[in-house]
Structures are given as C-alpha cells and as structure tokens.
T-cell receptor
Framework: GENVEQHPSTLSVQEGDSAVIKCTYSDSASNYFPWYKQELGKGPQLIIDIRSNVGEKKDQRIAVTLNKTAKHFSLHITETQPEDSAVYFCAAGGGGSYIPTFGRGTSLIVHP | DTAVSQTPKYLVTQMGNDKSIKCEQNLGHDTMYWYKQDSKKFLKIMFSYNNKELIINETVPNRFSPKSPDKAHLNLHINSLELGDSAVYFC?????????????FGQGTRLTVV
C-alpha cells in the first residue's frame, strides 16, 4: 500500500518568512496529492492539490510542487501570517487503493 | 449550509458505556469515512463506506460499528468504551472512494472517556 512521509513535524517561522513542508510517497501509481490545513478545533480543509500531470500549482501565497521521478511533493507558503498557524497534512491517492493515506502532519507556528 | 455535519461536538462518558456519533453530508457524495485523530494529530482511517457498503475496515476493534442507513449518513456506534478510545473522531466524505478527489471533513467529535 501507499506510505506517505511528512517533514518536519513542527515548523516555527517569523511572520513574513517562507515555510516549506515536504512529503514523500511510495506508490508510483498515485496521481492525486492534496494538502489540508487543520485549524484548532476544526476539521482538515483542502487548501491546494496537484495531479501528476502537473509539476507546480500556485494559489496566491501557496504553491505546491511535485517531482514524480523522486516521488516527493512540497507545500510552499510565502509571506507567512499568524493566521497560517495550523497543522498541515499532505496526502497521496488515486492509485487504485481505497485507503486514504495521510502524512503525520506538520504543526506550523507563525510568530508575529 | 454545512457540507458535513457531525454530532455531538463534545462527548464525555464513563468507561463501559455505549455511545453513538452521527454524521450527515449534503454534498451528494458516494463515499463517507470515519477517522480517529489521536493526541499527536495523526489521522487514522477507521472505516469507509461507498454507496452504503463497507469498503474499508482498518483493524478497528469490534466494539466500533459503523452504520450507513443511506448514502448521506454514516453513524458510528461504540460499545463498552475504554480510556484509549479518547480522541477526536472525524467524519468525511468524497465524491468517490479512490482518493483522487477532495475529502470534506466534519468539525470533529471530541470523545473523552473517564
């Protein structure tokens, strides 16, 4: 089955800095890579996703890059703001498995 | 209009009790899930139902029994609650069960067993 590794587990940055979270996956058949943000007391919510036919996708301050050869993908947040503080999860799927596979999460703390 | 709603939001109960958590989605999705999130924030899949049929049961004790009366509802019943069952439980739904579309999560139910 799919195995997703996510690093770092905790990331602390100053407001205005960039933040990068990295994930690797094991199943080369996976073709859908979403990122979820979980704010305190809420459920995870999709912030951006990428499919295997695309190498990069941007949405304002957020971008995701995918390297299919190396089987890794990353979330980039620029000009971080305190409201970006949350737990971020990567996931991999679409390879034919019914089992959703999430990374273990990254707790991002943005200091004002 | 809440897409995935689960009740209750908080549940405090004694060991040995039986409790249920309800979940409903109004997105017309075919697949619904139950996840358990532990204190380290790890999201562990428990069950997945596609069109009211069980398609995933991930090494969950028999004390946990999901019930899907229709495509829009997936309830979770837990018998003989134990201290280790304390966690946040999330219901989610997606258009299909192959993890190639967005999953929508409920707000979570924080279960505390004392």
């Amino acid at each position: 089955g799919e195995n997703v590794e996510q690093h770092p587990s905790t990331l602390s940055v100053q407001e205005g800095d960039s933040a990068v979270i990295k994930c690797t996956y094991s199943d080369s058949a996976s073709n859908y890579f979403p990122w979820y943000k979980q704010e305190l007391g809420k459920g995870p919510q999709l912030i951006i996703d990428i499919r295997s036919n695309v190498g990069e996708k941007k949405d304002q301050r957020i971008a995701v890059t995918l390297n299919k050869t190396a089987k890794h993908f990353s979330l980039h947040i620029t000009e971080t703001q305190p409201e970006d503080s949350a737990v971020y999860f990567c996931a991999a799927g679409g390879g034919g498995s019914y089992i959703p596979t999430f990374g273990r999460g990254t707790s991002l703390i943005v200091h004002p | 209009d809440t897409a995935v709603s689960q009740t209750p939001k908080y549940l405090v109960t004694q060991m040995g009790n039986d409790k249920s958590i309800k979940c409903e989605q109004n997105l017309g999705h075919d697949t619904m899930y139950w996840y358990k999130q532990d204190s380290k924030k790890f999201l562990k899949i428990m069950f997945s139902y596609n069109n009211k049929e069980l398609i995933i049961n991930e090494t969950v004790p028999n004390r946990f029994s999901p019930k899907s009366p229709d495509k829009a509802h997936l309830n979770l019943h837990i018998n003989s609650l134990e201290l280790g069952d304390s966690a946040v439980y999330f219901c989610a739904s997606s258009q299909d069960g192959l993890m190639n579309t967005e999953a929508f999560f409920g707000q979570g139910t924080r279960l505390t067993v004392v």
